[in-house]
C-alpha cells in the first residue's frame, strides 16, 4: 500500500526494468529520510543489510529502496503483535 514493492514491466519474452510505483506517496516520502539516516548511520540491521546489498553490487538507490520495504515489514509486525522495537530479535548478516 505503499508502493515501494518492486512492479515488473515483462512483456512475453522482454523483460523490462523494474519501478516502484503506486501506493501512498505520502506515507513513501514520510518514511525515505529516516530510513537513509537508519541505513546508513543509525540502525544496525538495517545497516547490515544496506551494506551486504552494496556489496552483491545492487546500486545505492536500490538498496535504500529494499531497506524501506524492510523497514515497513518489520514495523507492520512491530505493530501487529504490540512489541517494541528490539535489535537482537534481527539478525545482522
Known sequence: ????APYDEDSGKHRGERHTKGGRRWVRN???MPCVGAATLNNQVLKAFYQRL???GKKP???LIACMRKLI???NTLIARRQKWDPRRYVLS
Not at 1 to 4: A, H, R
Open 1 to 4: 500500500m505503499i508502493g515501494v
Open 61 to 63: 538507490k536500490v538498496a
Open 73 to 75: 515489514v518489520i514495523l
Open 54 to 56: 552494496i556489496a552483491n
Open 30 to 32: 514520510a518514511i525515505y
